[in-house]
């Protein structure tokens, strides 16, 4: 295994411990995790990291089997065992299954790998013809960015602020980039939406009731995804 990679993901992973990462939990997990499942019905599904362990559980649900790939024992410890879905304890860039996927589903990982052109180009490589893979982002073009630059906490929409630090980012995505990372790396079409609201910062929506968590979400699908928090990708590999 990468020694760097692997001490870079233990550290990211204390933040699932802390309120921050319960915040992150709730609102950003829980619905990306709503936001799969209107993707995802039936077939082999590979998830790139256990994260809380709250979408792979989730996604049991809906597949008619889930593989992890997990590289953080740490992780594996807290979030991976004993639940319904398997994990496979490695690198992505040491996975290596012997059947194909029907689906990949990359939530909120492209922001945190080294190099996430090759990770994709890797997650295109583990699907069936005609397959698809899902990558979730944060947004840098999102409304609640856009304000922090209007408030001087972060000089451009692309810095990392305190909490993209806490969390392990490397990047901030904007829906352009992403969409170019994805092509690049060999997907036949990559559709790009946006989902959930945001005008301030998880901490501050700690407190909000989730019927007016569930109303951003709904109403974020409406929306320009230019606005959103995050960016979703949809991705099909060709026949």
Same mark, same amino acid.
């Given at each position: 295994m990468n020694t760097n990679e692997l001490q870079h993901l233990n550290t990211v992973s204390r933040i699932y411990a802390t309120e921050a990462g319960q915040?992150?939990?709730?609102?950003?997990?829980?619905?990306?995790?709503?936001?799969n499942l209107r993707n995802i019905k039936g077939g082999r599904v590979l998830q790139l990291g256990v994260g809380d362990g709250l979408i792979a559980e989730a996604l049991c649900?809906?597949? /008619?089997?889930?593989?992890? *790939?997990?590289?953080?024992?740490? =992780?594996?410890?807290?979030?991976?065992?004993?639940?319904?879905?398997? &994990?496979?304890?490695?690198?992505?860039? /040491?996975?290596?299954?012997? *059947?194909p996927?029907?689906?990949? =589903?990359?939530?909120?990982?492209?922001?945190?790998?080294?190099?996430? &052109?090759?990770?994709?180009?890797?997650?295109?490589?583990?699907l069936y013809p005609g397959g698809k893979a899902l990558f979730t982002v944060p947004n840098a073009t999102s409304l609640h960015r856009r304000i922090g630059v209007k408030m001087g906490l972060i000089k451009h929409i692309q810095e990392l602020n305190e909490q993209d630090i806490e969390l392990g980012h490397r990047r901030v995505y904007t829906p352009v980039e992403l969409q170019n990372d994805l092509c690049l790396a060999g997907f036949e079409r990559v559709d790009i939406s946006g989902y959930m609201l945001k005008m301030v910062s998880h901490?501050?929506?700690?407190?909000?009731?989730?019927?007016?968590?569930?109303?951003?979400f709904e109403a974020s699908l409406e929306c320009d995804p230019h606005i959103c928090s995050n960016i979703m990708a949809l991705c099909y590999k060709s026949q």
């Open positions: 915040l992150n939990r709730d609102i950003t997990s829980f619905y990306s995790c709503r936001l649900d809906q597949a /008619d089997q889930v593989d992890v *790939i997990e590289g953080s024992s740490e =992780v594996i410890t807290q979030f991976g065992t004993g639940k319904r879905f398997s &994990v496979h304890h490695t690198l992505f860039e /040491d996975y290596a299954p012997e *059947i996927y029907d689906i990949v =589903v990359g939530n909120h990982v492209l922001e945190h790998v080294a190099d996430p &052109v090759e990770i994709a180009r890797l997650a295109l490589g583990w901490q501050q929506m700690k407190d909000w009731r989730r019927e007016l968590l569930d109303a951003c």
